[in-house]
């Protein structure tokens, strides 16, 4: 919230007079009312990307090989015009694998763009994952022209399909398997100090953070919202009203009897 003129002590309870849940719904941001040191010495995380305007990933890892790579480029050859000699073979990012011997030819690269990564690869912190997606089965023209082969759900809806990356199931699914994922670090105990694990996003990315007890954060670009209303009464000078309104902000007496009040207060 941004920071407003002076407010009176009767704005502030006509305000906050909707009710102790008017505040439950950001007690949960951190930093709020106090700040608290945490160890930080242990900390780990799973970082996504979801790219919402789609990836090309046959412009990414590509055929090394000389006889794969004429044709992936023979495929591609009005995209490759376009990008000039950045897609020579000579070009590429050759992407050497552990599981072969030194001396073989890499058999794929990634393309010069992703310098970066190829340097994370070359030191053993990334990999590649192929062959990941929607799809139930491999799927040819004929198979699918012929409406034989087995297809994921909408196939051709945008939204649809994205929500089967977050979710395995078309729009109006519910829990996303990153929400799931911290269901189980829930349940696993491995995370019993810390009581509310939270999925923390810059976006709204649909079910992918929703879990059965996990609840996706919502975070700005300058970081978690803050409650400033107490800022407005720094010259008060009656301690106690001042608690009342804490009090008020944190729910920290409400025991109501309401379900759906209930329900917002948990």
Not at 51 to 73: C, I, K, N, Q, T
Not at 93 to 102: E, G, H, M, T
Not at 106 to 133: C, F, Q, R, S
Not at 228 to 257: W, Y
Request: charged letters at 20%; glycine letters at 10%.
């Amino acid at each position: 919230m941004a920071k407003s003129t002076l407010i009176s002590r009767r704005s502030a309870v006509r305000m906050l007079g909707v009710g102790a849940i008017a505040g439950t719904a950001i007690t949960g941001a951190p930093g709020v009312f106090t700040t608290h040191a945490a160890d930080t010495s242990d900390y780990r995380a799973l970082v996504c990307v979801f790219l919402f305007g789609g990836m090309d990933s046959h412009d990414v890892v590509l055929p090394f090989d000389a006889g794969e790579y004429a044709s992936w480029r023979n495929i591609r050859r009005s995209f490759v015009a376009r990008q000039g000699v950045s897609r020579d073979l000579a070009s590429l990012l050759s992407l050497r694998q552990v599981s072969r011997p030194p001396e073989e030819t890499p058999t794929h690269a990634l393309v010069p763009e992703l310098v970066n990564i190829k340097a994370l690869y070359d030191a053993g912190d990334a990999a590649v994952v192929a062959n990941v997606g929607p799809l139930v089965e491999p799927v040819t023209r004929s198979g699918f022209e012929a409406r034989v082969a087995r297809v994921p759900p909408r196939l051709f809806s945008h939204n649809d399909q994205q929500n089967i990356w977050q979710a395995g199931a078309p729009e109006g699914a519910q829990f996303g398997w990153g929400g799931l994922f911290a269901d189980a670090v829930l349940a696993s105990g491995g995370n019993s100090n810390r009581p509310q694990f939270t999925t923390i996003t810059t976006e709204d990315v649909g079910p992918f953070l929703t879990g059965r007890t996990a609840a996706p954060f919502r975070i700005g670009t300058e970081g978690a919202a803050q409650v400033k209303i107490l800022e407005e009464f720094a010259d008060e000078t009656d301690p106690a009203f001042v608690s009342a309104v804490r009090d008020q902000l944190t729910a920290a007496h409400f025991a109501g009897s309401y379900l759906i009040e209930r329900d917002l207060a948990a």
